[in-house]
């Protein structure tokens, strides 16, 4: 009923009760040892420690000193970090280098300063607290200036000012919309913009936790249902850096294989190996690129995972490397449950190794899912891990080399849509209850998956897409945002979601392009694949019973735009592969708000229809229906039209038109962008690279192209061509210095050119000091082609 118009019945009683918490109150004592203050108060305990001189942790627990142990969110490891205490005027003070916390004793109140004497956070008149249920909770001060962003992949937009948003993995197949706070991730982390400058918070809490942006207009918090409160502050001063600071404690995203980054086409589902053969006949034949097709849980025999249903699948290991030899990959669902029965191989071994959920009395937990009445692995034992990743040999061995975990919140079909809470965990002998490790449940699946895959692949990259996870889920999936619909509403939507995810850690991420339920249009499916050309993870998918929406489902007027886009993918990939490697050294995402970019211009903080690729691109498509024109901001500097060479003001707002065929894109004058060609699949060799220049008097510009095989963990160990390409013009020159910075792999192409826009004909260009022997002016154009040839060492 509460789904229905009887909620809201004006007869119906309401009863709102508040939850009053109790202070920690005021400092009894104090010590500094081994790094760590510890404080206790009159109604709880306190310990603070940096991890990095930028980085550090506050921890309360009621009870007892509070324990150092981190979630199976965190990698980083303590550093020795020099720290003085002391006091003054009543107050205790605790310095690193470049972070200084003053904390009140009477009560308990902890300032934090970065070391420009720039405040960060402030507990005010509220600080640290917890109730009878053992609820903790946190209240900072928050100025009129705050934006706040990241929180995972959360609703409504951008910016997350006057949100009340809760981390709770579940699955959601009713329609998504901005009054959704709890989807599939649980990323309890957030990053604040303040003047220009920035700062984050990670709560590392597997509990359900809450984030209240909204309740108060100069207050905000953050409470879990149990467990310690337990946060880092993360000292900026830039987003980037943020990031690089969350990143360095949660970890980051391994490079990809290549072919994860190209088209991907699913349903819910492609039925049998004959639909699945004569789907790829149709990409071939059209010349339409494609580099992964996707098994959804019809592929099984009764839905048991780690099998194939033998009338439908007969030979999956002849389709599999046929498709592969044709560069297309098979990417199959893999869900948690596993089926009960006495007979099934899994299930055996599961209930013979303890190795399923269960009650503290001992009994097995079943739940219903897609097999019906199934038990689920205690991804939080490490011996399960290892066996669930060495079940995966039942696909590696056929070729399969990608794996989609879905399910795994873990959902269940009941009123909950989840696990009994009372399931305990055994932790490695430490024991826990589903209440508290409900969170974590996605990310521990994706790390066995990941590792077990990784093992079994002969040193090539695996590649896991996942619908659950937690914060550092980066380390092991790529995160789609679940079942969307074939709404404009939800392709307005998977803009802004996807940039949180990205500001939240987690790069490679993107919507079920075309919308997964209901039936989308032949116009929505075009406008959304041109959006999918630049998000990080590019697939279409759609459910069982709406209408087909392939590329080609729509017409021939369809088919020829949405397949340029995805050609265009492919021309785009060595610039988008130089991103990716930047965001799993940096973790800077591949695709970024503006404000990432202009954290100081007030026209960005909640820009939610535009995004950046990179630092000089960006993308401003079209979201709504019949619609042939749009506003664009374009922040400080000029921008051209990447379609049409028109030169813009940047600083403004701009009327732009974009008929069917066209996605908005600006490329910021200084930029410089590495383009491959049209392929079928990733496997095919670039056969040429084309590196566009967009020169600006007087300044300098730089762009590090990089590449790898694509494939391999080898560029771990220096097997990677990284490529320093810079270019300064004056009113005469316009020189181009190319630097080969690491050579110890070959790239694909033979042959490049420079393509110079908008560079005035009667200047002279030099390429590393010479005039080169042919520069090619195009007629009735802003365009200067320049060949050139660039030796590798190790040809």
Same mark, same amino acid.
């Given at each position: 009923?509460?789904?229905?118009?009887?909620?809201?019945?004006p007869g119906?009683?309401?009863?709102?009760?508040?939850?009053?918490?109790?202070?920690?109150?005021?400092?009894?004592?104090?010590n500094?040892?081994?790094?760590v203050?510890?404080?206790?108060c009159?109604?709880?305990?306190?310990?603070?420690?940096?991890?990095?001189?930028?980085?550090?942790?506050?921890?309360?627990?009621?009870?007892?000193?509070?324990?150092?142990?981190?979630?199976?969110?965190?990698?980083?490891?303590?550093?020795?970090?020099?720290?003085?205490?002391s006091?003054?005027?009543?107050e205790i003070?605790?310095?690193?280098?470049?972070l200084?916390?003053?904390i009140?004793?009477?009560?308990?109140?902890?300032?934090?300063?970065d070391?420009?004497?720039?405040?960060?956070?402030?507990?005010?008149?509220?600080?640290?607290?917890?109730?009878?249920?053992?609820?903790?909770?946190?209240?900072?001060?928050?100025?009129k200036?705050?934006?706040?962003?990241?929180?995972?992949?959360?609703?409504?937009?951008?910016?997350?000012?006057?949100e009340?948003?809760?981390?709770?993995?579940?699955?959601?197949?009713?329609?998504?919309?901005?009054?959704?706070?709890?989807?599939?991730?649980?990323?309890?982390y957030?990053?604040?913009i303040?003047?220009?400058?920035?700062?984050?918070?990670?709560?590392d809490?597997?509990?359900?936790?809450?984030?209240?942006m909204?309740?108060?207009?100069?207050?905000?918090s953050?409470?879990?249902?149990?467990?310690?409160?337990?946060?880092?502050?993360?000292?900026?001063?830039?987003?980037?850096?943020?990031?690089?600071?969350?990143?360095?404690?949660?970890?980051?995203?391994?490079?990809?294989?290549?072919?994860?980054?190209?088209?991907?086409?699913?349903?819910?589902?492609?039925?049998?190996?004959?639909?699945?053969?004569?789907?790829?006949?149709?990409?071939?034949?059209?010349?339409?690129?494609?580099?992964a097709?996707?098994l959804?849980?019809?592929?099984?025999?009764?839905?048991?995972?780690?099998?194939?249903?033998?009338?439908?699948?007969?030979d999956?290991?002849?389709?599999?490397?046929?498709?592969?030899?044709?560069?297309?990959?098979?990417?199959?669902?893999?869900?948690? /449950?596993? @089926?009960?029965?006495?007979?099934?191989? *899994?299930?055996? $071994? !599961? &209930?013979?190794? =303890?190795?399923?959920?269960?009650?503290?009395?001992?009994?097995?937990?079943?739940?219903?899912?897609?097999?019906?009445?199934?038990?689920?692995?205690?991804?939080?034992?490490?011996?399960v891990?290892?066996?669930? /990743?060495? @079940?995966?040999?039942?696909?590696?061995? *056929?070729?399969? $080399? !990608? &794996?989609?975990? =879905?399910?795994?919140?873990?959902?269940v079909f009941?009123?909950?849509?989840?696990?009994?809470?009372?399931v305990?965990?055994?932790?490695?002998?430490?024991p826990?209850?589903?209440?508290?490790?409900?969170?974590?449940?996605?990310?521990?699946?994706?790390?066995?998956?990941?590792?077990?895959?990784?093992?079994?692949?002969?040193?090539?990259?695996?590649?896991l897409?996942?619908?659950?996870?937690f914060?550092?889920?980066?380390?092991?999936?790529?995160?789609?945002?679940?079942?969307?619909?074939?709404?404009?509403?939800?392709?307005?939507?998977?803009i802004?979601?996807?940039?949180?995810l990205?500001?939240?850690?987690?790069?490679?991420?993107?919507?079920?392009?075309?919308?997964?339920?209901?039936?989308?249009?032949g116009?929505l499916l075009?406008?959304?694949?041109?959006?999918?050309?630049?998000?990080?993870?590019?697939?279409?998918?759609s459910?069982?019973?709406?209408?087909?929406?392939?590329?080609?489902?729509?017409g021939?007027?369809?088919?020829?735009?949405?397949?340029?886009?995805?050609q265009?993918?492919?021309?785009?990939?060595?610039y988008?592969?130089?991103l990716?490697?930047?965001?799993s050294?940096?973790?800077?995402?591949?695709?970024?708000?503006?404000?990432?970019?202009?954290?100081?211009?007030?026209?960005?903080?909640?820009?939610?229809?535009q995004?950046?690729?990179?630092?000089?691109?960006?993308?401003?498509?079209?979201?709504?229906?019949?619609?042939?024109?749009?506003?664009?901001?374009?922040?400080?500097?000029?921008?051209?039209?990447?379609?049409?060479?028109?030169?813009?003001?940047?600083?403004?707002?701009?009327l732009?038109?974009?008929?069917l065929?066209?996605?908005?894109?600006?490329?910021?004058?200084?930029?410089?962008?590495?383009?491959?060609?049209?392929k079928?699949?990733?496997?095919?060799?670039?056969?040429?690279?084309?590196?566009?220049?967009?020169?600006?008097?007087?300044?300098?510009?730089?762009?590090?192209?990089?590449?790898?095989?694509g494939?391999?963990?080898?560029?771990?160990?220096?097997?990677?061509?990284?490529?320093?390409?810079?270019?300064?013009?004056?009113?005469k020159n316009?020189?181009?210095?190319?630097?080969?910075?690491h050579?110890?792999?070959?790239?694909?192409?033979?042959?490049?050119?420079?393509?110079?826009?908008?560079?005035?004909?009667?200047?002279?260009?030099?390429?590393?000091?010479?005039?080169?022997?042919e520069?090619?002016?195009?007629?009735?154009?802003?365009?200067?082609?320049?060949?050139?040839?660039?030796?590798?060492?190790n040809?």
């Amino acid at each position: 009923m509460q789904d229905t118009s009887f909620a809201i019945h004006p007869g119906k009683k309401v009863n709102i009760r508040g939850t009053s918490y109790q202070s920690i109150g005021s400092l009894v004592n104090y010590n500094f040892q081994e790094k760590v203050l510890n404080i206790k108060c009159e109604n709880g305990y306190v310990s603070i420690c940096f991890y990095r001189d930028d980085i550090v942790r506050v921890i309360m627990n009621p009870k007892k000193t509070p324990s150092l142990k981190t979630s199976f969110a965190v990698i980083k490891k303590q550093e020795d970090v020099e720290v003085s205490v002391s006091e003054r005027n009543g107050e205790i003070h605790v310095s690193s280098n470049k972070l200084s916390l003053v904390i009140n004793k009477t009560p308990i109140r902890i300032s934090i300063f970065d070391n420009q004497g720039r405040l960060l956070v402030r507990e005010n008149e509220t600080g640290m607290g917890f109730n009878e249920k053992q609820e903790v909770i946190c209240f900072k001060e928050m100025h009129k200036e705050d934006h706040f962003y990241g929180f995972g992949e959360k609703t409504s937009f951008l910016d997350k000012r006057g949100e009340k948003m809760t981390m709770w993995n579940s699955d959601v197949f009713a329609p998504h919309n901005p009054e959704i706070d709890a989807l599939y991730q649980s990323i309890p982390y957030f990053m604040t913009i303040r003047n220009g400058d920035a700062h984050g918070i990670f709560f590392d809490n597997t509990f359900k936790t809450v984030f209240d942006m909204k309740t108060s207009n100069d207050t905000y918090s953050f409470s879990a249902e149990g467990g310690q409160l337990d946060y880092y502050v993360f000292a900026g001063p830039t987003p980037k850096a943020v990031l690089e600071q969350y990143s360095e404690i949660t970890g980051r995203m391994p490079l990809p294989p290549k072919w994860a980054l190209g088209y991907h086409q699913s349903r819910y589902s492609y039925e049998s190996e004959e639909e699945v053969r004569e789907l790829a006949r149709n990409f071939l034949e059209k010349e339409i690129p494609l580099d992964a097709i996707y098994l959804d849980i019809h592929y099984m025999d009764g839905y048991r995972v780690f099998t194939f249903d033998e009338e439908r699948f007969p030979d999956p290991a002849a389709l599999v490397q046929d498709l592969k030899d044709a560069g297309i990959h098979v990417v199959p669902i893999v869900d948690p /449950g596993v @089926k009960e029965d006495p007979e099934y191989l *899994v299930y055996q $071994e !599961g &209930v013979r190794g =303890d190795r399923f959920c269960k009650y503290i009395e001992g009994n097995i937990y079943f739940g219903d899912v897609w097999p019906g009445k199934s038990a689920f692995p205690d991804f939080t034992n490490s011996d399960v891990r290892k066996w669930w /990743g060495e @079940k995966h040999e039942f696909y590696t061995r *056929v070729g399969i $080399e !990608g &794996v989609w975990n =879905d399910m795994n919140e873990p959902a269940v079909f009941n009123e909950t849509k989840t696990m009994d809470l009372k399931v305990i965990h055994d932790n490695d002998g430490d024991p826990k209850t589903h209440r508290e490790m409900h969170n974590l449940y996605g990310l521990l699946m994706g790390e066995a998956t990941y590792e077990g895959m990784k093992e079994q692949l002969n040193g090539n990259r695996p590649f896991l897409l996942t619908r659950a996870g937690f914060a550092g889920v980066q380390r092991y999936g790529t995160v789609w945002t679940g079942d969307n619909r074939s709404f404009w509403e939800h392709l307005q939507m998977s803009i802004p979601m996807c940039m949180n995810l990205g500001i939240s850690g987690i790069p490679f991420c993107g919507p079920d392009v075309g919308g997964f339920a209901h039936d989308t249009t032949g116009q929505l499916l075009l406008r959304w694949t041109q959006v999918g050309t630049f998000t990080p993870y590019f697939r279409n998918h759609s459910v069982l019973d709406s209408i087909r929406q392939e590329p080609w489902s729509f017409g021939e007027d369809y088919e020829k735009v949405i397949k340029k886009y995805i050609q265009e993918r492919y021309v785009w990939l060595p610039y988008l592969y130089t991103l990716f490697r930047e965001a799993s050294v940096t973790g800077v995402p591949v695709m970024s708000p503006l404000v990432l970019e202009y954290p100081d211009d007030k026209h960005t903080f909640n820009l939610s229809d535009q995004f950046m690729i990179g630092s000089n691109v960006i993308v401003a498509p079209i979201l709504k229906p019949d619609t042939y024109h749009r506003v664009v901001y374009l922040p400080k500097g000029n921008w051209v039209n990447y379609w049409t060479e028109e030169i813009l003001e940047g600083g403004k707002h701009h009327l732009i038109q974009a008929d069917l065929e066209t996605l908005p894109i600006f490329v910021k004058k200084g930029a410089i962008l590495t383009h491959g060609t049209v392929k079928r699949s990733t496997k095919m060799k670039e056969s040429e690279m084309t590196i566009h220049l967009y020169p600006t008097k007087d300044e300098v510009s730089t762009f590090t192209y990089y590449e790898d095989d694509g494939k391999t963990f080898a560029y771990n160990y220096g097997q990677y061509f990284e490529c320093k390409i810079e270019t300064k013009m004056d009113d005469k020159n316009f020189d181009i210095v190319i630097n080969v910075e690491h050579d110890q792999f070959k790239p694909d192409w033979e042959k490049a050119r420079f393509v110079i826009h908008g560079l005035n004909s009667g200047m002279t260009i030099k390429v590393n000091g010479k005039i080169p022997s042919e520069v090619i002016k195009e007629p009735e154009s802003t365009l200067i082609k320049v060949p050139f040839a660039l030796e590798h060492s190790n040809r």
